[in-house]
């Protein structure tokens, strides 16, 4: 029955749309929680050399 078919197919295209939908939010998730994490790690590093300097700094100023 054309009917049954024309159904059939919207009900397809509909889930399709929310399985696509559900996995556009997981991937946005997944890349934002990528990103934090990645400028998370450089700001760490970034700490890490500054206080590297100020101890350097620190060391050579004691030493004059």
């Known amino acids: 029955d054309l ?3 024309y ?3 919207r009900q397809m295209c509909i889930r399709d749309s929310a399985i696509f ?3 556009y939010i997981v991937i946005s ?4 929680l990528f990103i934090f994490e990645w400028f998370v790690q450089i700001r760490a590093h ?3 050399i ?3 300097f100020l ?4 060391n050579t100023w004691s030493e004059l």
Request: proline share 0%; charged share 30%; aromatic share 14%.
């Open 50 to 52: 500054y206080e590297w």
């Open 21 to 23: 939908k559900i996995k």
């Open 7 to 9: 159904r059939r197919q």
């Open 55 to 58: 101890q350097i700094r620190v």
């Open 29 to 32: 998730y997944l890349v934002d």
């Open 46 to 48: 970034t700490l890490s």
């Open 3 to 5: 009917h049954t078919a």
